[in-house]
């Protein structure tokens, strides 16, 4: 995965790095929360983010906000790393828009853990989102016919709502997404055309002979 860093420490933001590379992750590396914003707020933003919470210029609690703030049906998994343990600094980060949060000094193994979770996490959001999406499309292209439609018992023409008439055809052509492809069906081609009727079965006779 494209995983954003945004931790000013130098010493932290390379051991996340380094961690994060080694299972094959790409890594996007900032030091501020103005420069982290930046690039979540890009059109291919990295999926997956781990802020610091104090960062120079804004802290990561303002920048999840801020994050969170952009509608999208694919979000993006944020985690938190805060040496603040408190609590309430917690559930602060929770209630901004953070998904996890991750203590400092952190371990590798829990960051590589908590990252996995977030991996998931992104690919069950992204097939839910890809559904969504069929089904809008699916949505769009289907035309239904409801209720009581006026049809005339002899001619078959359909009564619009503004009290015109018209042929089967064309009603069922203009309200649903069905297309008509003609031909005659072997009792009106007997009613209509008998003499093709009688060539074609002397015809069939003969070929049996």
Request: with cysteine; hydrophobic share 40%.
């Amino acid at each position: 995965m494209n995983i954003l860093i945004a931790e000013d420490d130098f010493t932290s933001r390379t051991l996340l790095a380094r961690v994060l590379k080694n299972v094959g992750h790409e890594v996007v590396e900032t030091v501020s929360g103005a420069d982290a914003l930046k690039k979540m707020l890009e059109p291919d933003a990295p999926r997956l983010a781990i802020f610091d919470w104090m960062m120079p210029e804004m802290d990561g609690l303002e920048v999840i906000c801020r994050v969170r703030q952009r509608q999208t049906d694919r979000p993006p998994y944020l985690i938190m790393l805060t040496a603040r343990g408190e609590k309430a600094d917690i559930i602060a980060g929770l209630e901004a828009g953070a998904n996890d949060y991750l203590a400092k000094p952190f371990n590798a193994g829990e960051l590589r853990a908590r990252v996995e979770v977030g991996r998931r996490m992104i690919e069950m959001q992204d097939a839910l989102a890809d559904k969504v999406e069929e089904l809008r499309d699916a949505i769009e292209q289907i035309k239904t016919l409801r209720g009581i439609v006026p049809i005339c018992g002899h001619c078959k023409q359909i009564r619009d709502d503004e009290g015109y008439w018209h042929q089967l055809e064309v009603y069922v052509r203009d309200h649903t997404e069905a297309e008509f492809s003609h031909g005659i069906c072997p009792k009106c081609m007997e009613k209509l055309y008998p003499e093709f009727v009688k060539t074609g079965e002397v015809k069939k006779e003969k070929e049996k002979k």
